[in-house]
């Protein structure tokens, strides 16, 4: 998700080698001007980060480590913005949140990641569809309630946005919702309609939150389009939807310096997990390598049942991880959302994380194979795969219409991840896992 930038601050902090080199501090801001101009990062803000970078380093004396320090310090006060971080509920439910951006920014589908983050948090959710200017808005937020099973608010009879957010806001008082998302309609420009629009329905709801979702693929257009709504509506946050594509990067920065508003969540993939939540310190600690332990942690517990977690760990130490587990880990890992925003989370091996992005832990044809050969199996086999024989194999192919040198293939992999497992729940942890990811990059088990 931070590659393009990440890279490019590596080669700056490499320009530098030795000490009091003035030479190379200089090619170092040099590399660090190109590369932020490059991600779209405005110029003021770029002319602003070097001068203090420039003066901090020198202050502390020329090095690799001083460098990077000033590095890390002023990108950390530049995205934190005055304001909240992550979610924060209201004293008296329910809490309120309205939506806006501009149409095809992908409000509707952050609206349902929203959503779910706060369902596997155990939250009581209502999505109200207040878009009533896009053709299937309506539809399409109900059909992510249904996917994300949430209740939804959705009358294709009632034709006045305020109407709809009143009928909202009263079934969530009603019936005890913890959050209600009001998805709110956007415009392919800004527009004095839309404007007049969006104010009455803040009127009505009053709203704890309002977040205003911005394509990262904008650039600097979503940077103006944020100020234009932060005046009119006084926004409380920003969701990047989009990251994950072909972003430059540089938004993330130029919202949080230039609008002076929070970034409180990232869309970091396609799927409904994909959203994380922005805290400065921890996204630059991303953007420097070093990985995000903590919101890789935060995330797991939200999803990952703590006797069941146990329970595989005892089986993965004895050697005894079967066909079950590994489904019921990978309905687990879905959960959590792209395989390449989780690496990415993990010290050293954010460099991996482009490798991988596109691994589909639901659609890939390696996992849809080994899918099938376990759907072919008996309970008993599943439980215990050593009773694979010759003649279970051949029967097993046939079910789930592989060759038999496929079925070989996966097996022998599945037995090699399993003994990789068990490496990896001993004290060499960290180091196992890099070897294990390493394998998995060509996708399925490690050979």
Do not use: C, W
């Amino acid at each position: 998700m931070f590659e393009s930038l990440s890279n490019s601050f590596q080669n700056a902090i490499n320009k530098i080698r030795f000490k009091d080199d003035e030479k190379a501090l200089k090619r170092a801001l040099d590399e660090l001007k190109k590369s932020l101009l490059k991600a779209d990062v405005h110029h003021k803000v770029v002319k602003e980060l070097l001068s203090v970078v420039e003066r901090e380093t020198k202050l502390k004396g020329i090095g690799k480590e001083n460098f990077l320090s000033a590095l890390k310090n002023e990108l950390t006060q530049i995205l934190t913005a005055p304001g909240k971080q992550g979610f924060v509920y209201s004293s008296t439910p329910p809490t309120v949140v309205m939506m806006a951006g501009l149409q095809g920014s992908g409000k509707t589908t952050t609206s349902g990641k929203l959503a779910y983050y706060l369902k596997l948090r155990k939250k009581r959710v209502l999505l109200a569809a207040a878009d009533l200017q896009r053709l299937a808005a309506v539809e399409q937020l109900r059909q992510i309630a249904n996917q994300i099973e949430v209740d939804v608010f959705a009358d294709e009879s009632i034709k006045d946005p305020i109407e709809v957010a009143k009928q909202a806001l009263a079934k969530a008082k009603d019936g005890n919702y913890d959050v209600l998302i009001v998805d709110t309609a956007g415009r392919l420009a800004i527009d004095n309609e839309l404007m007049d629009e969006i104010k009455r329905v803040k009127e009505v709801l009053q709203p704890d939150e309002i977040f205003y979702v911005a394509d990262s693929l904008t650039g600097q257009d979503a940077v103006r389009s944020a100020a234009t709504f932060n005046k009119e509506l006084s926004l409380t946050g920003v969701i990047l939807s989009k990251y994950d594509g072909d972003s430059k990067g540089g938004v993330a920065l130029g919202i949080a310096k230039q609008i002076g508003v929070p970034l409180r969540f990232i869309g970091s993939g396609e799927k409904m997990p994909d959203l994380e939540v922005f805290i400065p310190d921890r996204i630059v600690g991303r953007l420097m390598g070093a990985g995000d332990i903590e919101s890789l942690a935060e995330k797991a517990s939200a999803v990952i049942d703590e006797k069941e977690a146990k329970k595989v760990a005892r089986k993965i130490k004895k050697g005894q991880f079967n066909f079950n587990d590994f489904l019921e880990q990978l309905e687990q890992m879905k959960k959590l959302g792209s395989l390449k925003s989780l690496i990415g989370m993990i010290p050293g091996l954010n460099k991996m994380a482009g490798a991988l992005k596109d691994i589909d832990l639901e659609n890939s044809s390696e996992i849809k194979k080994i899918k099938a050969l376990i759907s072919s199996m008996t309970p008993k086999e599943r439980e215990n795969p050593d009773l694979l024989n010759n003649s279970r194999k051949r029967r097993i192919a046939q079910g789930a219409g592989l060759s038999q040198m496929e079925v070989n293939k996966i097996l022998k992999q599945f037995k090699n991840a399993a003994k990789m497992a068990k490496k990896f729940s001993g004290k060499k942890g960290m180091q196992d896992l890099q070897n294990l990811m390493s394998q998995m990059q060509g996708g399925g088990f490690p050979r």
